[in-house]
């Protein structure tokens, strides 16, 4: 999947500015606890995207992450990235002849302090972000607070995300346009057990603004959308095995039409100092109410009337069903290092949706993401 600007999410800023800690799903550590140490980690991702007979996006992004304890009672995390994207933009359903060249840099960047108390923690965060034609400003802030016995954590936060989009050189843009998204969140992490843990979070994201994508000519979308979603996550540890499985289910649904499920599952696997982590995870989700099916046997964008007050032919508001094979290794050298690789192949295809039928005529889209990470700890 890809932004609208033709980048893949994981290069992509997080347009919802509430970037909360019980997303984490922490341990059974107390919501105040400092931490207890500070560390800085390198990660260098390499991301590829393809259709049949056209390889399109690709991204080289290297990052750098901060994390320091001060004043005993505070926190600071930071972290920078850079993107270099190039290739083609997405094509029109399955015809080749349409994909344009393109080629973008992003710099981004977010910062966020945390005051720790006896029961409570407080954060604020701010992240920037920009590229040729895009700009994001981002502000948050979240409480968290722990009962006594620190099994129970309770989660809320909200979030303020600026965009503006500028027109380029093949843009359907004539001038500058912008959105504005509002995000709320609950999340409660209750500990049941010595080995298990379990978290439920439910946001909300109301946004206004420009939602077409500028640089198709086929894709007028409402200029609102509400977004609705519901996470849960259950972490086992079996210590037989020297193991832990991770599993989550993901509701979501908007008045773009769209309603999707997302079931998660990852092995985390202890074996001679190393941890190898396997994951897998499903996604179904139906189309917008406005996204266009392509005409059968056609090799062209499909002719839309200019009737209806809505319509788009981006695949990724189509109906359709992906899967996401991953692997990912760390291992740990001494007290101060950790090194980690991680790879996650995704492929969507509208047959493979369950629930209903998928969009018909639709070549299957194929992402290879590959990650390599420092982490030095002091």
Request: glycine fraction near 8%.
């Amino acid at each position: 999947m890809t932004s609208s600007s033709g980048r893949p999410p994981s290069a992509a800023v997080a347009r919802g500015a509430v970037i909360a800690a019980a997303l984490s799903l922490p341990g059974v550590a107390p919501a105040q606890s400092v931490p207890e140490g500070a560390q800085i980690g390198f990660k260098y991702l390499h991301y590829q995207d393809s259709q049949p007979g056209l390889d399109r996006i690709t991204v080289e992004s290297p990052s750098l992450y901060l994390l320091a304890p001060f004043a005993q009672r505070w926190s600071l995390e930071a972290s920078l990235v850079v993107d270099s994207v190039s290739g083609a933009t997405p094509r029109w359903h399955s015809s080749i002849s349409s994909a344009t060249r393109m080629q973008d840099h992003r710099t981004a960047g977010d910062l966020r302090v945390t005051r720790y108390f006896r029961r409570a923690a407080v954060d604020v965060g701010f992240a920037y972000s920009t590229e040729d034609d895009y700009q994001s400003r981002a502000a948050s802030v979240n409480l968290r607070l722990s009962s006594d016995d620190n099994n129970t954590t309770i989660a809320v936060g909200t979030g303020l995300t600026d965009d503006t989009m500028n027109p380029n050189p093949g843009s359907v843009l004539a001038h500058e346009e912008s959105r504005r998204v509002n995000e709320f969140i609950v999340g409660l992490t209750q500990v049941l057990s010595a080995n298990d843990i379990v978290q439920a979070n439910l946001s909300h994201v109301r946004g206004r603004g420009y939602y077409s994508d500028p640089y198709k000519f086929l894709d007028h979308r409402p200029r609102a959308r509400n977004q609705n979603a519901l996470l849960l996550r259950w972490n086992r540890h079996i210590a037989a095995a020297g193991a832990s499985l991770r599993s989550s289910y993901r509701f979501y649904d908007d008045d773009f039409g769209i309603t999707a499920h997302t079931v998660g599952l990852e092995w985390a696997q202890s074996l001679r100092g190393i941890t190898l982590t396997p994951a897998l995870r499903y996604t179904t989700q139906s189309a917008a109410s406005f996204y266009v099916d392509p005409l059968p046997g056609s090799p062209v964008p499909p002719l839309v009337s200019a009737d209806p007050p809505y319509y788009s032919v981006d695949h990724r508001l189509s109906a359709f069903g992906a899967i996401t094979v991953g692997l990912k290794v760390a291992l740990p050298l001494g007290r101060s290092w950790l090194l980690d690789a991680k790879v996650d192949v995704y492929e969507q295809r509208g047959q493979w949706r369950i629930g209903g039928e998928g969009s018909p005529g639709l070549a299957p889209f194929r992402a290879q993401f590959y990650q390599l990470g420092a982490t030095y700890r002091f």
